[in-house]
């Protein structure tokens, strides 16, 4: 005879595994708050911003007319994330790249974004929906638990008290290169995706833009080769279009600001006179 119990088994250990993976975060995040506290991870964010100008040779974006306007978004978005961490002095550069479609944060509050995101985007809700993406990240503190993971406790510990300067240049050119050892999780980036759609709609976007820019890329994988970059790093699931749509139902998120595309046109067409920037010159010996 069959026990009435067993049905009961599967969701307890689903259960059990949730708190586990819950109880990992919390002590990951624990220990980054010890060996990577908010001064050390200013540090960290002028250090990769040091790399990716003298090593990765990024050149940025000054027109004023693409700048003003992704200072005008992201500091409508960021004015939210400063509630959520008030010790974040956070800096926001355009990269010249037309041809990758990517954005990223690393810790201290810098936050990049390429104009080829600019130009694949299809409205200003969608662009401060990935910015919101983004920010929820440092806001999180999902690199410094990564670091956690990647680095290991010796490292990270010889970081904080002194006595390996070298590490904080691995560290950085690890985030300035994003490799695959500091990949976000599934959790990490469905947790940055409902702060980018809270952050939104506090700004007074439409909370969907986030997930209208993944449906496009979804749309359009494999068709355009600079959505690679995005999509290595921000899989455009439909399990992860459907769980950002059901947070903006269950919270009651609103707005609808964002919607028309017009300034973002604006944006573009200024953006398509601007020269890509130089090859990188070679590296020595290569």
């Known amino acids: 005879m069959t026990s009435p119990r067993r049905p009961l088994l599967a969701p307890l250990a689903s259960l059990a595994l949730a708190a586990c993976a819950h109880q990992r975060i919390a002590a990951e995040t624990a220990l980054a708050n010890v060996l990577i506290p908010p001064s050390q991870e200013k540090q960290l964010g002028l250090q990769v911003k040091q790399q990716l100008e003298q090593e990765q040779h990024v050149q940025y974006v000054d027109d004023p007319v693409v700048t003003g306007y992704v200072g005008e ?81 010796e490292t990270l510990a010889s970081l904080a008290l002194g006595k390996n300067p070298g590490a904080a240049s691995q560290l950085a050119a690890g985030l300035a290169g994003k490799t695959a050892l500091l990949a976000y999780s599934r959790g990490d980036e469905s947790e940055a995706d409902e702060y980018g759609a809270r952050y939104a709609s506090a700004a007074g976007y439409d909370p969907h833009g986030i997930a209208t820019f993944f449906q496009k890329l979804e749309r359009g994988e494999g068709k355009q080769p600079g959505w690679a970059a995005f999509l290595s790093t921000h899989p455009a699931t439909p399990d992860r279009i459907e769980k950002v749509n059901a947070y903006i139902e269950q919270h009651h998120l609103t707005g609808s600001g964002g919607r028309s595309g017009v300034e973002l ?13 130089p090859a990188a010159p070679p590296k020595p010996g290569a």
């Open 265 to 277: 046109a604006k944006v573009k067409k200024r953006l398509e006179a601007i020269p890509p920037p």
């Open 73 to 153: 978004v992201a500091g409508r978005i960021l004015a939210q994330a400063k509630k959520d961490r008030p010790d974040v002095d956070w800096s926001v550069k355009v990269i010249n790249d037309p041809k990758t479609v990517n954005a990223f944060a690393v810790p201290g509050g810098w936050l990049y974004v390429y104009s080829g995101l600019l130009l694949a985007a299809d409205d200003t809700a969608e662009v401060a929906g990935v910015l919101g993406h983004e920010s929820g990240h440092v806001v999180a503190r999902h690199s410094a638990r990564q670091m956690v993971d990647a680095f290991g406790l």
